[in-house]
């Protein structure tokens, strides 16, 4: 089927610009726990697993969302190349809810060269890099343990996830801080749509390390309590470290239940053009990536159950984003930040909170918004405090980085019919 | 798939431009003896320039190039930026920091450390709003980046902004990467050609019997990227320069390649 041809033939009613990719398979792997079983309870019990920063070697006041386990779980031999923090959290998450599995049955299907690997991250393996500064020998070389090039380069991840699937298509690591793991799933889109590649298996993982702690502690940047996204009374973010997967494909869902088939409908993607660290005052570069998601779906904002927010919980994101949802959405379009549960995973939110987003979908349940008592006026009329029963059929899920990098997604189920 | 490239910029400290390095690759003129430590930062503000880091001055420099070799504006173009190892001398200052006093990291010393600070500074000084990326693969970083970029071209029917750029490592990193200079390339990529076309990509895929690797430059140019990460992709700008129609084999991981053809465009 010619390019055209299958984009017309899948937007169907929908007007939609891009093609809808069903989600195969997908899985999250956060401080909530390995699978995204237990980050589901934790959404849907409303149970935040941030704890005291207990990570750095000195004092940082701030809290985390930390993955139980990695310290003990080192790769298997074959991959003692890649060793490191990071890359274990990657082949953790990639062992959870049947994923490694399902990837490999698309990639025999498909053949390995008709199926790509995207991911995001943002420091990547940079932990085992600050390891290698601080265990300098003499000679001003790093320990012998730590002579391994692809570990202390930005495609680590990437290059790891490749090996440990046996692609051979397309391979490549996006990072563009916290927008990273939503680019990848436009990047798969537009390389399935052009016939490059007939699946993709996209995703993000980042693990806390001492340039994000101290650097965002430089920028005054971390709460020292557990963050309140969309509070009143917020005072900074919660950094936490994640890793997650999607597969996707254009193919019908495997499952035998077809009106539970999730799809990504829609992507948006914008530069704000204003700051480094701080976004453009009026969300003008948040609303575009929003409404060209919309756009491509085909949808009108009210054909949005629900958004996952960026909603870091710093006082500049929360204020503009609030007031973009506010201008553009009506308050049948509810809204919550989950960081207040995971924490801000960087590369890997985009991610999490897309497999939040499909979660929701599946069980027809707004999250609610974990860590927050009093609510901001300015997100009052859209904020779910508490978790609310509805049927879903369309869910946006917003991510903006740093130096004014957005991107929005949308995911659907059962093509938008609830 | 075929792309037209409607703009070029390069540099390198003997390479300050396009015209320099199409006269060099084809034999009309030697190498500069003088050498600029990097490029001038002209996009950015004065107070700026000075501490902007190496990749934010370069990429900028190459990318504002091939903008004005098209005479496109900037803020319509969607920017793919791809490095092979991003900024070193950033990760190795940040780390040296953090080893010895982390409560010292600098807050701009910290934004300046994101992979995409290169692409995010160019958003900024241009007022580009569409769509950014930062991107790395490893050995294959310019042929992954390439590949982004018609894609993109292509899916998306407008013309966008490709930066790949790569400069040297210091520090204790220097036991575990190489990369010497400064070297860095823009092309703005199209979908259709028109009056701007320099030429046409016909790019494609290849199967490779085992390792390969990349064709060495054979020109007068490669002294002056020579060691740097991005160096391979030398040879892409030398078919461009010289009209050379030869397919030239970018090669990708686990037995791949992308093979590419420049010819000049059919009106």
Redesign the interface.
């Known amino acids: 089927m010619s390019q055209h041809n299958r984009t017309t033939a899948i937007a169907g009613a929908r007007h939609a610009r891009t093609l809808a990719l069903t989600v195969q398979a997908f899985t999250a792997t956060t401080a909530a726990g390995s699978g995204s079983g237990r980050l589901w309870d934790a959404v849907f019990n409303a149970r935040s697993h941030l704890r005291v920063n207990d990570f ?3 004092p940082v006041a701030a809290w985390i969302g930390r993955v139980p386990g990695l310290e003990t779980a080192a790769l298997p031999e074959q991959f003692a190349e890649w060793e490191c923090r990071n890359n274990r959290l990657a082949w953790l998450a990639l062992n959870e809810d049947g994923f490694i599995d399902a990837a490999r049955t698309a990639i025999e299907h498909f053949g ?2 008709r199926v790509a690997v995207i991911m995001g991250t ?1 420091t990547g393996s ?1 932990g085992a ?2 390891e ?3 265990r ?1 020998t003499g000679a ?3 320990p012998r343990d ?10 680590s991840l ?2 790891f996830v ?1 090996h440990a699937l046996g ?11 916290c927008s990273s793991s939503a ?1 990848v799933f ?2 798969a889109e ?2 399935i ?2 016939g ?1 590649v007939d699946a993709a298996v996209v995703g993000g993982v980042d693990t806390l390390c ?2 994000v702690m ?7 940047l971390l709460s020292p309590e557990p963050c309140r996204p969309f509070a009143a009374d917020r005072n900074g973010i919660s950094l936490g470290e994640a890793g997650g997967f999607a597969l996707l494909s254009p193919a019908p869902a495997a499952t035998e239940d077809k009106e539970a088939a999730l799809s990504l409908t829609g992507w948006g ?9 701080s976004p453009q005052p009026d969300g ?2 948040a609303e ?1 990536a929003m409404l060209q998601a919309l756009f491509n779906a085909g949808l009108s904002a009210n054909a949005i159950d629900y958004i996952n927010g960026h909603g870091t919980a710093s006082l500049k994101n929360d204020e503009v984003e609030a007031a973009v949802v506010a201008r553009n959405f009506p308050v049948t379009t509810r809204m919550s930040s989950t960081k207040g549960i995971t924490g801000h995973a960087l590369g890997a939110a985009g991610i999490v909170e897309a497999v939040i987003s499909l979660l929701a979908l599946q069980h027809d349940w707004i999250p609610g918004n974990v860590g927050t008592s009093i609510v901001d006026p300015l997100a009052a009329a859209h904020l779910a405090l508490r978790g609310e029963a509805n049927p879903m059929g369309h869910v946006l899920s917003n991510n903006f ?5 957005n991107c929005a997604l949308i995911f659907s189920k059962n093509g938008g019919v609830r | 798939m075929r792309v037209f490239v409607q703009g070029i910029g390069v540099w390198a400290p003997k390479l300050p431009d396009w015209q320099t390095a199409q006269a060099v690759i084809r034999g009309d003129a030697a190498l500069p003896e003088m050498a600029a430590k990097r490029p001038t930062g002209a996009l950015l503000a004065a107070n700026e320039r000075r501490r902007a880091p190496d990749t934010v001055v370069l990429a900028l420099e190459v990318a504002a190039a091939a903008c004005a070799d098209a005479a496109l504006d900037p803020t319509l173009l969607p920017s793919i930026f791809a490095s092979t190892h991003g900024d070193l001398s950033v990760c190795d200052s940040m780390s040296t920091t953090l080893a010895a006093s982390p409560e010292l990291v600098s807050p701009i010393k910290f934004h300046n450390s994101v992979h995409n600070a290169a692409v995010g500074y160019w958003t900024i000084a241009t007022g580009a709003v569409e769509a950014s990326t930062a991107l790395s693969a490893s050995n294959e970083t310019f042929a992954e980046g390439l590949l982004e970029a018609a894609v993109y071209a292509l899916s998306e029917h407008r013309p966008v902004l490709l930066v790949v750029y790569d400069i040297q490592v210091v520090g204790g990193l220097a036991s575990v990467t190489k990369s010497d200079g400064l070297f860095g390339v823009a092309l703005v990529i199209a979908p259709e050609a028109d009056q701007r076309t320099k030429c046409q990509l016909d790019i494609d895929w290849v199967d490779l019997p085992a390792s390969v690797a990349p064709e060495i430059s054979c020109s007068p140019a490669e002294a002056a990227v020579s060691g740097n990460a991005l160096a391979p992709m030398l040879p892409a700008l030398e078919r461009i320069a010289r009209g050379d129609t030869r397919p030239l084999v970018l090669p990708l991981a686990r037995h791949r390649g992308l093979s590419l053809v420049v010819e000049e465009t059919t009106p």
Do not use: W
């Open positions: 750095t070697p000195t390995s060269r943002s940079v890099t600050e290698g500064y601080a300098l001003g070389s790093f730590l002579l391994r090039p692809i570990v202390h380069t930005a495609h990437g290059d490749q692609t051979s298509g397309p391979c490549v690591t996006v990072n563009t801080a680019k436009a990047q537009r390389l749509r052009m490059v001492g340039s101290y650097g965002f502690n430089s920028l005054q993607e914008s530069s704000d053009a204003y700051h480094m660290s003008l570069g575009r980085g740093f130096g004014g990098n």
